[in-house]
């Protein structure tokens, strides 16, 4: 079983509020991804890493912004959040020694902007 | 860029099978997965292909052609937990590129 976790499961804030979503894995991959996904649509790459201060942006542009200062931790920050930006956040990890490289997912953020 | 493309719905009864199809056309390919994902939850993993040829996995199989950018996953003796949304994905350099899922609703 996976042991990648995120916080909050769910969020409801007020638009221009400062948010940040935690992703932790206790699997010790090196790789660590940021998905964004609307419901009944596709998963979109917003951010990945490939190791302890590596960040990249992914296929869809996002305002939000990640940082990887320990291998275990991932988290995403808003600045400032706005309504579109309502959607769940999916945070998953892999290594290229383990299992076809496959990606494990968290269970999700449900973020509501108001 | 990377293109994807999964039918969006498909329904079955109790006991069946189900052939979900995937085509794809992406930069590069380092393989080809399929995700289950329940309403709320997060994908968990089906299958992986890399080689041409089939996969057999208990109840489930999935099949790969690199040379049609084609891939399928069959699903045998359907069960009720089996409704979901299932998300062809196809790795290039490590990261994932997904088709927009194809919800699957078995009946009874």
């Known amino acids: 079983e996976a042991d990648i976790y995120q916080t909050p499961r769910y969020l409801v804030i007020g638009t221009g509020k400062k948010i940040t979503l935690e992703c932790s894995q206790t699997?010790?991959?090196?790789?660590m991804y940021w998905y964004q996904q609307d419901p009944g649509m596709e998963l979109h790459l917003i951010h990945y890493?490939?190791?302890?201060?590596?960040?990249e942006k992914g296929d869809l542009s996002s305002e939000s912004t990640v940082s990887r200062i320990r291998t275990e931790h991932f988290p995403l920050t808003l600045e400032s959040a706005r309504p579109s930006h309502t959607s769940q956040y999916l945070c998953?990890?892999?290594?290229?020694?383990?299992?076809?490289?496959?990606?494990?997912f968290g269970p999700g953020t449900r973020l509501t902007v108001l | 860029g990377q293109n994807i493309d999964q039918p969006t719905e498909m329904t079955a009864t109790e006991g069946a099978i189900v052939q979900i199809n995937c085509t794809y056309q992406t930069s590069g390919f380092n393989g080809l997965f399929w995700y289950q994902q329940h309403a709320g939850e997060a994908p968990t993993f089906l299958s992986y292909?890399?080689?041409?040829g089939l996969e057999e996995k208990g109840r489930f199989s999935s099949f790969l052609s690199r040379s049609k950018g084609y891939s399928y996953l069959l699903l045998k003796e359907l069960q009720m937990k089996d409704s979901a949304s299932y998300l062809c994905?196809?790795?290039?350099?490590?990261?994932?590129?997904f088709g927009a899922g194809t919800t699957v609703t078995v009946r009874a």
């Open positions: 994905a196809v790795l290039n350099d490590y990261k994932l590129s």
């Open positions: 890493s490939y190791g302890v201060n590596s960040t």
């Open positions: 998953a990890s892999s290594d290229a020694g383990v299992s076809y490289n496959e990606q494990f």
């Open positions: 699997m010790g991959h090196d790789k």
């Open positions: 292909n890399v080689l041409d």
